[in-house]
């Protein structure tokens, strides 16, 4: 799409990802993403996304997993800057005997008037043993929107921690998690 910028590097066991949206781009569609592992080992991801100014886009990233003794490490850091809107969404499929940790931390600034939302979900057999992490800074008439969804079974283990630092006139911010733990 005009006006969205992605790099991608790869590395053996790591994965960079810079997307830049330009000023005032709209983009209809959702840009999707696919960050999969099959088989065993760690999975490094950095991501890092800056949404000019009066720009609109919607990320979906799909995460299927499959294998023993996989880690699957993202560090997101985010910047919706003045008037701009942010929609990610990152799901997860886990095959029912995979044995995963998930260590996902992002951190990001919201700026005036502008939007950021975010929804985590694995939807899938188990969890694994999972930690997630949001920091966001939100500035004036900005909102955040963070939402996390996650069902647990068996030995799955959850961790869930939000911080939302309402910096500026006006702000806002919903943190909302939901989980379960089933069996």
């Known amino acids: 799409h005009p006006g969205v910028l992605i790099e991608k590097k790869s590395y053996e066991d790591k994965i960079e990802i810079k997307i830049n949206v330009l000023p005032d781009t709209v983009v209809e569609k959702p840009v999707h993403m696919c960050l999969s592992k099959l088989g065993s080992g760690n999975q ?3 991501i890092t996304m800056d949404i000019g100014e009066n720009a609109k886009v919607k990320i979906i990233s799909h995460c299927a997993f499959k294998g023993k003794n996989l880690k699957h ?4 850091k985010l910047r919706v800057k003045k008037g701009a809107s942010l929609e990610v969404s990152e799901i997860h499929y886990h095959d029912k005997d995979t044995d995963i940790v998930i ?3 992002s951190e ?3 700026e005036e008037k502008a939007s950021y939302k975010s929804l985590f979900k694995i939807d899938s057999n188990n969890a694994g043993k999972v930690r997630v992490e949001y920091v966001v800074d ?3 008439h900005a909102i955040a929107d963070v939402e996390t969804k996650i069902a647990g079974r068996d030995v799955d283990e959850i961790y869930v921690k939000d911080i939302m630092y309402l910096r500026g006139k006006y ?4 943190s909302k998690s939901r989980l379960m733990a089933l069996g």
């Open 103 to 105: 260590d996902a931390k």
């Open 138 to 140: 939100i500035l004036d």
């Open 73 to 76: 490490i993202s560090r997101t």
């Open 108 to 110: 990001g600034i919201v």
């Open 171 to 174: 702000s806002r911010a919903i």
């Open 44 to 46: 490094l991801i950095d």
